[in-house]
C-alpha cells in the first residue's frame, strides 16, 4: 500500500536524484536536458487527456504519474543548475492559487463563477504587467498546439471588443475565407495557399469558440471517428480477401458510407 502523499513524493524526488546520479544513476537520465525532456512532458500532458477522454480510470493515476514525474524531472535538472527547486515550484503553484482565490481564502467576499472568470483574468493581467509583457495578446505561449492557442488569441482579442457579433458573421467569414482559398488554386502558389489556408482554420477556430466549443476537442473526436470508420472500411475489406490499396476509391466509398450507416442504426 502506498504511504502518506508526503512520504511517496519525497521518495519520488529520491527515485529522480538517484537517476540523475553523475556517478551512479541511469546513462540516459544523466544526459538529459530541458530541451530534451520537453517533448515528453508535452507528450505525457496528452496521454493524460487521452486516458480522460476514454473515461479509463485505471489508467489515469499512471498517466498522472509519469506527468508529475515530468514536472519533478524538470525540477532536479534545474536545482543542479542552482536556478530553482521542486520546493519552489509548489510554493510558486500554492501562492498563486489563495492569489488568485482571496475569495476561498478570507481576504474578499464569495463570488459566483461569472464574477470569478472576471476576477481571474485581472488577476493574470496584473501578473503579466509585473512581469513586463504589455499588449492584449502577451503571455499566450508560442509552443501551444495550434488550435489551442489561435483560441486563446481570438478570446483575449474578444475581451477587448474585436470580435465577430455572433455565429452568423463567423459563417459568412467562412464561406469568404473558402473563397479565397479556391481563389488561390489556378496559380498553386505555395506560400499564399498556406496563408489562406491558415486564415480559413483560423476562422474554423473562432467558429467552434463562438458555438461554446473546444477546438481542439472537435479535432480529436474528428480524428478518433476517422481512425475507428477508416478501420471499418479496412475490416469490410479485409472481408473479401482484400488491402484498401487494391480496392477502387469507389469500392472504398462504398464501405465507408456502409461503416457509417451502421454507426447511425
Same mark, same amino acid.
Given at each position: 500500500?502506498?504511504?502518506?502523499?508526503?512520504?511517496?513524493?519525497?521518495?519520488?524526488?529520491?527515485?529522480?536524484? $538517484?537517476?540523475?546520479?553523475?556517478?551512479?544513476?541511469?546513462?540516459?537520465?544523466?544526459?538529459?536536458?530541458?530541451?530534451?525532456?520537453?517533448?515528453?512532458?508535452?507528450?505525457?500532458?496528452?496521454?493524460?487527456? #487521452?486516458?480522460?477522454?476514454?473515461?479509463?480510470?485505471?489508467?489515469?493515476?499512471?498517466?498522472?504519474?509519469?506527468?508529475?514525474?515530468?514536472?519533478?524531472?524538470?525540477?532536479?535538472? $534545474?536545482?543542479?543548475?542552482?536556478?530553482?527547486?521542486?520546493?519552489?515550484?509548489?510554493?510558486?503553484?500554492?501562492?498563486?492559487?489563495?492569489?488568485?482565490?482571496?475569495?476561498?481564502?478570507?481576504?474578499?467576499?464569495?463570488?459566483?463563477?461569472?464574477?470569478?472568470?472576471?476576477?481571474?483574468?485581472?488577476?493574470?493581467?496584473?501578473?503579466?504587467?509585473?512581469?513586463?509583457?504589455?499588449?492584449?495578446?502577451?503571455?499566450? @505561449?508560442?509552443?501551444?498546439?495550434?488550435?489551442?492557442?489561435?483560441?486563446?488569441? $481570438?478570446?483575449?482579442?474578444?475581451?477587448?471588443?474585436? #470580435?465577430? @457579433?455572433?455565429?452568423?458573421?463567423?459563417?459568412?467569414?467562412?464561406?469568404?475565407?473558402?473563397?479565397?482559398?479556391?481563389?488561390?488554386?489556378?496559380?498553386?502558389?505555395?506560400?499564399?495557399?498556406? #496563408?489562406?489556408?491558415?486564415?480559413?482554420?483560423?476562422?474554423?477556430?473562432?467558429?467552434?469558440?463562438?458555438?461554446?466549443?473546444?477546438?481542439?476537442?472537435?479535432?480529436?473526436? $474528428?480524428?478518433?471517428?476517422?481512425?475507428?470508420?477508416?478501420?471499418?472500411?479496412?475490416?469490410?475489406?479485409?472481408?473479401?480477401?482484400?488491402?484498401?490499396?487494391?480496392?477502387?476509391?469507389? #469500392?472504398?466509398?462504398?464501405?465507408?458510407?456502409?461503416?457509417?450507416?451502421?454507426?447511425?442504426?
Amino acid at each position: 500500500m502506498p504511504e502518506s502523499p508526503e512520504a511517496e513524493l519525497r521518495r519520488l524526488l529520491n527515485v529522480m536524484a $538517484a537517476l540523475r546520479d553523475p556517478e551512479t544513476g541511469c546513462p540516459w537520465d544523466r544526459v538529459q536536458t530541458f530541451e530534451t525532456i520537453a517533448p515528453y512532458t508535452i507528450e505525457e500532458a496528452y496521454e493524460v487527456a #487521452d486516458a480522460i477522454a476514454n473515461n479509463d480510470f485505471s489508467a489515469l493515476p499512471d498517466e498522472l504519474g509519469d506527468l508529475l514525474f515530468q514536472v519533478v524531472y524538470h525540477s532536479r535538472m $534545474a536545482e543542479e543548475a542552482g536556478k530553482f527547486a521542486f520546493s519552489d515550484v509548489a510554493a510558486a503553484i500554492a501562492d498563486k492559487m489563495v492569489r488568485r482565490h482571496p475569495h476561498v481564502f478570507g481576504i474578499t467576499a464569495a463570488r459566483d463563477a461569472a464574477a470569478q472568470t472576471l476576477a481571474w483574468e485581472e488577476q493574470k493581467r496584473a501578473e503579466r504587467a509585473a512581469r513586463a509583457e504589455t499588449g492584449t495578446l502577451a503571455g499566450i @505561449p508560442l509552443a501551444l498546439p495550434a488550435l489551442t492557442r489561435a483560441e486563446k488569441l $481570438a478570446k483575449r482579442a474578444a475581451r477587448v471588443g474585436f #470580435d465577430w @457579433p455572433d455565429v452568423g458573421a463567423v459563417l459568412d467569414k467562412l464561406d469568404e475565407e473558402i473563397a479565397e482559398v479556391r481563389a488561390e488554386l489556378p496559380g498553386a502558389d505555395p506560400a499564399r495557399l498556406a #496563408d489562406e489556408v491558415g486564415d480559413l482554420l483560423f476562422v474554423v477556430v473562432n467558429l467552434a469558440r463562438k458555438l461554446k466549443l473546444d477546438p481542439e476537442a472537435c479535432l480529436r473526436a $474528428a480524428n478518433h471517428k476517422f481512425a475507428r470508420r477508416f478501420g471499418g472500411v479496412e475490416a469490410a475489406l479485409a472481408a473479401e480477401g482484400r488491402l484498401p490499396a487494391e480496392a477502387s476509391l469507389a #469500392d472504398m466509398e462504398a464501405a465507408w458510407q456502409a461503416v457509417k450507416a451502421r454507426e447511425r442504426a
